[in-house]
């Protein structure tokens, strides 16, 4: 099946810094997405991505589907950023086979 | 438009007992599906609903896990009995039916068993 891999696994950030997140994955995809697990343990959507470039607050993601990585920006970090970052993707012509999902960055920012 | 709803966002059962959670999709949503997260790891499917069908249950761990979705709307995943390495968050997401449509997911419920 594919794989995802996300880096780095873990990361610490000093509050107001910036940071980048990758995805990388096996195989073309029909569908990304990219979503944060905060730390009462709710999963919330960020960004419905298999292409292209959105951005949304101080977030923003970046598909490249011929390359195979999407990456998650998250700029001037707050203390309530942390948690998990999840990307998953479902396999190109799979139809609507469940989303498979990467291992996640643990990501704490500190005041 | 309402999003996917999970009940109970919390629950806190003795091993060996029996937990029922629900899942309320998006309206008009054919798909559903179920994950978990258990101790800290990865997010594992579980399995899958078109309408009232399992689409794909290979990701069920076992025969103390039983899912329904009687008449395609709302579905239940029922441990009986739990064990203690069934703690984690279980979560539920919906979709319509196509291709590349977003998946939705539920807040999750958090299932602790002492």
């Known amino acids: 099946g594919i794989q995802v891999e996300q880096s780095p696994p873990d990361l610490i950030l000093q509050e107001g810094a910036n940071s980048t997140l990758r995805c990388n994955f096996s195989?073309?995809?029909?569908?990304l997405q990219w979503f944060h697990q905060n730390p009462w343990g709710q999963l919330i959507n960020l960004f419905y991505?298999?292409?292209g470039t959105k951005q949304n607050g101080r977030l923003s993601a970046t598909t490249v589907a011929t390359e195979r990585y999407s990456l998650l920006y998250i700029s001037s970090s707050q203390t309530t950023d942390s948690g998990v970052y999840f990307c998953a993707v479902v396999l190109l012509n799979s139809g609507n086979t469940p989303l498979v999902f990467g291992k996640g960055t643990r990501l704490s920012v500190i005041a | 438009e309402a999003g996917v709803t999970q009940f109970p966002s919390h629950s806190v059962i003795e091993k060996g007992q029996t937990v029922t959670l629900r899942c309320d999709p998006i309206s008009g949503h054919d798909n559903l599906y179920w994950y978990r997260r258990v101790m800290g790891k990865e997010i594992k499917f579980l399995l899958h609903f078109v309408k009232e069908s399992k689409q794909d249950e290979s990701g069920m761990p076992n025969n103390r896990f039983l899912a329904e979705r009687t008449g395609g709307t709302y579905s239940t995943l029922k441990v009986q009995p739990a064990e203690l390495e069934d703690s984690g968050v279980y979560f539920c997401?919906?979709?319509?039916?196509?291709?590349?449509?977003?998946?939705?997911f539920g807040e999750g419920s958090w299932l602790t068993v002492v």
């Open positions: 991505i298999p292409s």
């Open positions: 195989d073309s995809v029909n569908n």
């Open positions: 997401a919906s979709s319509r039916t196509g291709v590349g449509n977003t998946i939705y």
